[in-house]
């Protein structure tokens, strides 16, 4: 399952003002916290979201479009606290430093109850906000830019541009992971195939940082002994890289890779797909293993949609048999490994659930269905999950939007929730995951 926040966007251009029109300031009382982690106000033409305003506050604003900048605070709010780094608020990874954790938390469960309600399920069991702590994230997709003197920047998008945050600290990131970005800079400095702008995926695995580099030229041999160097110097088993539209290929591997999942050793591809964090990883994973039926038939199975490498299917063996379906080849193929060395009960099949859902009879022989979808959703998949009727589907949504709509054709199935955990492994962040079990 690849599941990956999206940036924020900036003001669409329907949305910006003419430059013949002058922005109206306005004084504004921020009534919400809107999904995007934007205050919300209205005033004679509508509703305006302002960054960094908290609800409750009033502010002197400069109106543009259906967005606004604040230009002073008149009354703050006491939830108003002081940022801990350094890069709030012009890093884009976080948009919600500024917000006392207590109101934060109510916030982001409030999205997941207010999610299900528009599905028809007003009275869902939700769960408080499991929190992940900070530093804990093992995954991150930065930047690279090449400035004019040839030094690389390395680091998250400034919110709403492709202006690019050089990272000195990051409070979300394990230090592990923002250790390596200086040298890393500095090697890139060097590398002939960067040009201008590049990304690198870093996963920190069991086996260490796991770098995967996409660059805007080829990689020259002296390049690779520059990366061999330098995964040498910083103990980094593996480097890999990849050009504009081709595959990733090794470039320097000094050592194993490997990671582990619910205790089983798996062989990640290159910028494989990892949960965020190692403890929001194990809250879904007790969600999930909570919310199946307490019993289940002696030959039962499980099927695992959207399985990836098989964080979900791998714990979700040991109470009964599972398919897991996955349509990146490299996925599958570490599952399957994976699942003959521990003997687990998994058989992954390699299948493209977007372009071809299980549906009808497939559906069958299931006791309970697991789905852990990508950003957009499953809304066909579902639809058809609640036409056959499986008993037991547990639903493992990064975004409650889709989670809404495509709970939608359950509720009319007749189906009930029996629990709905929220998962926030994006702090400070207006993502979140839940872990929503459905049955009839």
């Not at 002296?222 to 090794?250: M, N």
Request: charged share 20%; hydrophobic share 45%; aromatic share 4%.
């Amino acid at each position: 399952m690849t599941c990956m926040p999206l940036s924020s966007a900036g003001p669409s251009p329907a949305s910006t003002p003419s430059a013949a029109e002058t922005p109206a300031i306005l004084d504004l009382t921020i009534e919400a916290m809107g999904a995007a982690g934007d205050g919300v106000a209205r005033h004679a033409e509508g509703q305006v979201f302002l960054p960094l305003a908290l609800p409750g506050e009033k502010v002197r604003a400069r109106l543009a479009g259906k967005r606004a900048e604040v230009e002073s605070w008149l009354d703050e709010s006491p939830e108003r606290v002081t940022p801990p780094c350094r890069h709030f608020p012009t890093c884009g990874g976080c948009v919600l430093q500024h917000w006392d954790l207590a109101p934060y938390a109510a916030w982001k469960r409030g999205r997941l109850v207010e999610a299900l309600a528009r599905a028809g399920f007003p009275d869902a069991p939700v769960a408080p906000l499991v929190m992940t702590p900070p530093q804990s994230r093992q995954r991150a997709d930065l930047g690279l830019e090449r400035l004019p003197d040839g030094r690389v920047q390395i680091g998250f998008h400034q919110r709403g541009t492709t202006n690019l945050v050089p990272m000195q600290e990051c409070h979300v990131l394990r230090p592990e992971l923002v250790a390596l970005l200086a040298p890393l800079a500095e090697t890139l400095r060097h590398l002939e195939g960067l040009r201008r702008l590049g990304s690198a995926v870093i996963n920190l695995l069991a086996s260490g940082p796991d770098i995967l580099l996409r660059t805007d030229a080829p990689l020259s041999m002296p390049d690779r002994r520059l990366l061999a160097a330098f995964a040498a110097d910083q103990h980094v088993p593996r480097v890999a890289w990849a050009g504009k539209g081709s595959g990733a290929e090794v470039a320097a591997q000094l050592g194993a890779v490997r990671h582990l999942l619910s205790g089983a050793e798996v062989v990640p591809a290159p910028g494989a797909f990892l949960q965020a964090s190692a403890e929001g990883e194990a809250a879904i994973i007790a969600a999930l293993l909570e919310g199946l039926p307490r019993k289940l038939p002696g030959r039962a199975a499980i099927a695992d949609l959207y399985a990836g490498l098989g964080t979900l299917s791998i714990p979700l063996a040991a109470r009964a048999r599972v398919t897991a379906f996955e349509a990146v080849p490299e996925a599958v193929s570490a599952l399957a490994t994976a699942a003959g060395k521990a003997g687990l009960r998994v058989k992954p099949v390699r299948r493209d659930l977007d372009r071809q859902p299980l549906a009808g009879p497939e559906l069958k022989e299931f006791a309970a269905v697991v789905l852990d979808p990508p950003y957009a959703g499953a809304a066909e998949q579902t639809a058809l999950l609640a036409r056959a009727g499986v008993p037991s589907i547990l639903y493992v949504s990064c975004n409650p939007v889709a989670l809404a709509r495509d709970a939608k054709p359950l509720q009319a199935a007749g189906y009930r929730i029996s629990a709905a955990t929220p998962v926030d492994q994006f702090l400070w962040s207006p993502h979140l995951e839940s872990v929503v079990a459905f049955t009839r």
